[in-house]
């Protein structure tokens, strides 16, 4: 009962930036854990950036190894929106970037740890 909607999708050139977004609806948006997958043709799902709730008010992010110094992920309550910051952009960044939550607590890296999933948006890097 979980709606995400992502947006922000673009052509960039290689060291350019771009900032996805996604609106989430349906229920409570401060206690979900959301994350960020792409996928590229003919690969699997991958995982990208995740901030998990920790209860209360608290979260903690984590990053994939080919991401972490480039890629910051985000949220604002008020506005039920996560974001993905992609800085310093390669090739190998092109795909189909997807938005996922959970309402399970804690770190969630792995797709069947999501319930929920937006349509994707495309990015595509040129070099």
């Known amino acids: 009962q979980v709606q995400l909607v992502e947006s922000g999708g673009g052509l960039v050139q290689a060291g350019g930036s771009l900032r996805l977004s996604c609106a989430a609806s349906g229920r409570t948006f401060s206690t979900l854990g959301m994350g960020w997958f792409r996928q590229a043709p003919g690969t699997q799902r991958e995982f990208v950036a995740v901030i998990s709730w920790n209860g209360g008010l608290t979260y903690s992010t984590s990053y994939a190894e080919s991401v972490k110094d480039r890629f910051s992920i985000s949220r604002d309550n008020a506005k039920n929106t996560a974001y993905l910051q992609l800085n310093s952009q390669k090739a190998e960044d092109t795909a189909v970037y997807y938005c996922?939550?959970?309402?399970?607590?804690?770190?969630?890296?792995?797709?069947?740890?999501?319930?929920?999933w937006g349509q994707g948006t495309q990015v595509t890097v040129s070099s």
């Open positions: 996922a939550a959970t309402t399970a607590r804690g770190r969630r890296i792995a797709p069947p740890d999501y319930s929920s």
